[in-house]
């Protein structure tokens, strides 16, 4: 099978962020891990809907009610298909992967963890899967154990055994792609293991559904978070997959609103799937253009982006490794996605992004929200840049160029 290959220059023209110009020069955009730029199709998608098509969902009898019903619904079934998830009542809007997260660790975690039960993380998770865990362990007297990494970023799959003698493996909860490291992590495995232990599998997709194809019937895991503004989406939406079985079991997690069936003075019940779980007026319009962004990346193809951020990553990597004083962190390209976290002997990550933004290059620097795994990897922080459907070469021509002025400064 050969892949579509994506032309990102020709893309950039959806994105008006790329005709504005700085010194002749449009900014070079490395921090799409953070979120991602916005294509006229969504916005301009987004505006229709609002003119033409706004009222709340859910409630009214009217046709403009109808239509942003429809308009909303529509958008969770482009989730399904996106996931390829069984059945809509399966997909939830939050406001984004670190609420849906949080909505698993609460309301399942809450009824189902105790004293002799192990939550399992990782090293390299993002805060939004790893506190919430951490503080429901405690919560609930269960222990909290992580997977180690070595030195490439990868997990250590061999403590698992060590793990599991520690009490009833009750959760797992790992990233898809590493936020900071882009390491790819063996879900898969990490389910069959799960559920050998007796259980669940929780799946943070902030990073890799922007990026890879997702199939969570494939993962074999229980549920899976990602959020709308990583893939070309409005901020302010996200989703949430969970097995039926379990969300059928679990309490609600906010109350009030479309969440409920009856209320009476001494007792109120929950309305159905996926409503139970989507307490309050959602963001309609962000849902709605959350479904065209998934359309829109769809339609370009995740095989055509992935294989895009691979070229990329291999010539940033590459370029990068003859800086002298710089270090790479994380696996080699092969298993990676598209980011590159790294440091600058002598230099602050903050002090590097400083520099870079003169240039016009705009990278992150800091912990990305993984203070666990700095203490890893020694450092306070790294400076990251991370790529997307719009990335072109020029873009890591102008970070090694700007990173060598960053030594020029500071020699
Ligand atoms: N999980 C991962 C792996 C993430 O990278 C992020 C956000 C989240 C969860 C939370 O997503 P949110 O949309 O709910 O905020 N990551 C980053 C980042 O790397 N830089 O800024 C945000």
Same mark, same amino acid.
């Given at each position: 099978?050969?892949?579509?290959?994506?032309?990102?220059?020709?893309?950039?023209?959806?994105?008006?962020?790329?005709?504005?110009?700085?010194?002749?020069?449009?900014?070079?955009?490395?921090?799409?891990?953070?979120?991602?730029?916005?294509?006229?199709?969504?916005?301009?998608?987004?505006?229709?809907?609002?003119?033409?098509?706004?009222?709340?969902?859910?409630?009214?009898?009217?046709?403009?009610?109808?239509?942003?019903? $429809?308009?909303?619904? @529509? %958008?969770?079934?482009? &989730?399904? #298909?996106?996931?390829? !998830? /069984?059945?809509?009542?399966?997909?939830?809007?939050?406001?984004?992967?670190?609420?849906?997260?949080?909505?698993?660790?609460?309301?399942?975690?809450?009824?189902?963890?105790?004293?002799?039960?192990?939550?399992?993380?990782?090293?390299?998770?993002?805060?939004?899967?790893?506190?919430?865990?951490?503080?429901?362990?405690?919560?609930?007297?269960?222990?909290?154990?992580?997977?180690?990494?070595?030195?490439?970023?990868?997990?250590?799959?061999?403590?698992?055994?060590?793990?599991?003698?520690?009490?009833?493996?009750?959760?797992?909860?790992?990233?898809?792609?590493?936020?900071?490291?882009?390491?790819?992590?063996?879900?898969?495995?990490?389910?069959?293991? $799960?559920?050998?232990? @007796? %259980?669940?599998?929780? &799946?943070? #997709?902030?990073?890799? !559904? /922007?990026?890879?194809?997702?199939?969570?019937?494939?993962?074999?895991?229980?549920?899976?978070?990602?959020?709308?503004?990583?893939?070309?989406?409005?901020?302010?939406?996200?989703?949430?997959?969970?097995?039926?079985?379990?969300?059928?079991?679990?309490?609600?997690?906010?109350?009030?609103?479309?969440?409920?069936?009856?209320?009476?003075?001494?007792?109120?019940?929950?309305?159905?799937?996926?409503?139970?779980?989507?307490?309050?007026?959602?963001?309609?319009?962000?849902?709605?253009?959350?479904?065209?962004?998934?359309?829109?990346?769809?339609?370009?193809?995740?095989?055509?982006?992935?294989?895009?951020?691979?070229?990329?990553?291999?010539?940033?990597?590459?370029?990068?490794?003859?800086?002298?004083?710089?270090?790479?962190?994380?696996?080699? !390209?092969?298993?990676?996605?598209?980011?590159?976290?790294?440091?600058?002997?002598?230099?602050?990550?903050?002090?590097?992004?400083?520099?870079?933004?003169?240039?016009?290059?705009?990278?992150?620097?800091?912990?990305?929200?993984?203070?666990?795994?700095?203490?890893?990897?020694?450092?306070?922080?790294?400076?990251?840049?991370?790529?997307?459907?719009?990335?072109?070469?020029?873009?890591?021509?102008?970070?090694?160029?700007?990173?060598?002025?960053?030594?020029?400064?500071?020699?």
């Amino acid at each position: 099978m050969t892949t579509q290959r994506l032309d990102a220059q020709k893309l950039r023209a959806d994105f008006a962020v790329f005709e504005e110009l700085t010194n002749g020069r449009p900014v070079a955009y490395l921090d799409s891990a953070s979120s991602t730029q916005k294509p006229r199709q969504v916005l301009d998608a987004m505006r229709e809907f609002y003119e033409h098509s706004y009222a709340n969902v859910h409630r009214g009898v009217y046709t403009l009610a109808e239509r942003a019903t $429809a308009g909303y619904e @529509g %958008a969770r079934e482009k &989730v399904r #298909a996106y996931i390829n !998830a /069984p059945s809509n009542r399966e997909v939830i809007f939050t406001r984004g992967a670190t609420e849906a997260l949080n909505l698993i660790a609460y309301s399942w975690g809450l009824e189902n963890l105790g004293p002799g039960d192990v939550v399992v993380i990782t090293e390299l998770e993002h805060h939004a899967n790893f506190v919430p865990w951490q503080f429901i362990a405690k919560k609930t007297g269960a222990q909290f154990a992580h997977i180690p990494i070595d030195d490439y970023g990868e997990l250590q799959l061999d403590a698992l055994d060590e793990i599991a003698t520690r009490g009833n493996v009750k959760v797992v909860a790992n990233n898809l792609v590493s936020n900071t490291l882009g390491t790819i992590n063996p879900v898969e495995k990490l389910a069959v293991w $799960a559920h050998e232990q @007796g %259980a669940i599998m929780v &799946v943070d #997709a902030a990073q890799a !559904a /922007p990026h890879r194809h997702i199939d969570v019937q494939a993962l074999g895991c229980d549920f899976l978070a990602f959020s709308s503004h990583k893939v070309c989406g409005p901020s302010g939406v996200g989703a949430l997959w969970g097995r039926r079985e379990l969300l059928e079991e679990m309490q609600p997690f906010n109350l009030g609103g479309e969440m409920i069936r009856s209320v009476a003075l001494d007792r109120t019940s929950w309305n159905e799937l996926p409503y139970k779980f989507e307490a309050g007026t959602p963001a309609i319009a962000e849902a709605y253009g959350f479904g065209v962004a998934l359309d829109y990346v769809s339609e370009i193809g995740l095989d055509a982006i992935e294989a895009h951020e691979h070229e990329l990553v291999v010539t940033a990597m590459d370029r990068l490794g003859e800086i002298p004083g710089l270090r790479i962190f994380g696996p080699p !390209a092969e298993r990676r996605t598209g980011i590159v976290s790294f440091e600058l002997e002598g230099v602050h990550p903050h002090d590097v992004a400083q520099i870079l933004n003169w240039e016009g290059v705009a990278v992150r620097a800091g912990h990305h929200c993984t203070q666990p795994l700095m203490t890893r990897l020694g450092v306070a922080a790294t400076t990251r840049a991370s790529f997307y459907l719009y990335t072109i070469e020029e873009d890591i021509d102008r970070l090694i160029d700007g990173l060598l002025k960053v030594k020029e400064t500071f020699a």
